[in-house]
């Protein structure tokens, strides 16, 4: 009569496979690369939302008594902007770059092969 151990030893090769790690490269998840994705893409949709918003209720003037005195030109639209307004507006413009830089390099880059240590 065969025990567990018996039968385990002998269909160990067609239970547990071992993968062969030269047919797949290791990957990053796609859940986890579609994730970043949706979330660079809501960082450009934020980022156009409110430069457009500055575009559309900053004064095409200066104005010195407001404040809105530092100029944002934004395709050829000059808009005159305070302080804290026109680093956001700079900003906007440099997260979703970088997002959209650090997506593309995580999703593309290779992941460690995974070591076996007892």
Same mark, same amino acid.
């Given at each position: ?6 039968? &385990?030893?002998? +269909?160990?090769?067609?239970?547990? %496979? ?9 990957? &990053? %998840? /796609? ?6 994705? #949706? +979330?660079?893409?809501? +960082? ?8 457009? *918003?500055?575009? &559309?209720? /900053? %004064? ?5 008594? =407001?404040?809105?005195?530092? @100029?944002?030109?934004? $395709? *050829? @639209?000059?808009?005159?902007? =305070? !302080?804290? $307004?026109?680093?956001?507006?700079? !900003? /906007?413009?440099?997260?979703? #770059? ?8 995580? !999703? =593309?880059?290779?992941? %460690?092969?995974? =070591?076996?240590?007892?």
């Amino acid at each position: 009569m065969l025990s567990d151990s018996n039968i &385990r030893e002998q +269909l160990g090769s067609l239970l547990d %496979p071992t993968p062969d790690p030269a047919q797949k490269p290791r990957s &990053r %998840p /796609a859940t986890m690369i579609a994730a970043l994705v #949706i +979330l660079a893409l809501c +960082l450009w949709g934020a980022s156009l939302a409110l430069l457009l *918003h500055f575009d &559309r209720t /900053a %004064p095409r003037v200066p104005d010195p008594p =407001t404040g809105k005195v530092y @100029r944002f030109n934004d $395709q *050829h @639209r000059v808009v005159y902007l =305070t !302080a804290k $307004q026109n680093s956001s507006a700079y !900003a /906007a413009l440099a997260i979703p #770059i970088l997002a959209t830089l650090a997506v593309g390099f995580y !999703a =593309t880059r290779k992941k %460690p092969a995974p =070591t076996d240590s007892f």
